[in-house]
């Protein structure tokens, strides 16, 4: 299942803020993960959705929460929608 847009966007942002506040470079993200530079930026500008495995990996990297990261910061920012279909699915 893929991120939405508008989520995907946030982890963009909200991954070129963390690498700012670390004093990171998206090279050296980059050379961290063993990838380019250039899918960091595409991650950043929201071009590409980076992979579950990738998210939790720069989580650990720049020490931030998946949540904080992902835009999740509590259950007000999940689309309603969407939750109510997985809690339905689940029941």
Do not use: H
């Not at 904080?68 to 689309?79: I, P």
């Amino acid at each position: 299942m893929r991120m939405s847009t508008v989520k995907l966007n946030k982890f963009g942002e909200k991954l070129g803020y963390a690498l700012s506040v670390k004093g990171w470079s998206q090279q050296q993200l980059a050379d961290k993960l063993y990838t380019t530079q250039q899918c960091i930026s595409r991650w950043i500008n929201g071009n590409r959705e980076p992979s579950l495995d990738d998210v939790l990996l720069v989580c650990r990297l720049l020490d931030e929460d998946p949540n904080e990261l992902l835009g999740y910061n509590d259950l007000r920012d999940v689309d309603p929608n969407i939750l109510n279909k997985r809690l339905r699915r689940n029941i």
